[in-house]
């Protein structure tokens, strides 16, 4: 299971950081990553990290903004996201795949959403 948390109301310009547990199975040869959902919208990518931290990907719209990382010893990944914008709210799921490019395109693992929610 894949248990995200740390999302909340803030307003932009502001700071969150997102974690995202692994319980019950290990993630630590997976690479891991975020997606998030805005009403009426489909999900997108976020961000993703390879299984030892080494590489990271984002979406445009969040490059130079959020910053991924994983801690393979504490089994979780957090996504700290900066310079919060409106258009960052959405609810953020957590995921997980083999590898980073199969798990932008659609990973095998989800986690539960936490709502992030940044006003102007």
């Known amino acids: 299971q894949l248990q995200a948390s740390g999302g909340g109301l803030v307003q932009a310009g502001g700071s969150l950081r997102l974690s995202c547990a692994a319980t019950g199975r290990t993630f630590s040869s997976a690479a891991m990553g975020w997606f998030r959902q805005a009403p009426g919208k489909e999900r997108e990518f976020v961000a993703a990290?390879?299984?030892?931290?080494?590489?990271?990907y984002y979406a445009d719209s969040v490059k130079g903004r959020f910053t991924i990382s994983r801690d393979n010893a504490k089994n979780t990944v957090y996504l700290q996201m900066n310079n919060l914008k409106p258009d960052d709210t959405a609810v953020y799921y957590c995921a997980a795949d083999s590898t980073a490019l199969i798990l932008t395109a659609g990973p095998a693992y989800w986690g539960q959403g936490t709502q992030v929610t940044v006003s102007s």
């Open positions: 990290v390879n299984w030892n931290g080494g590489r990271t």
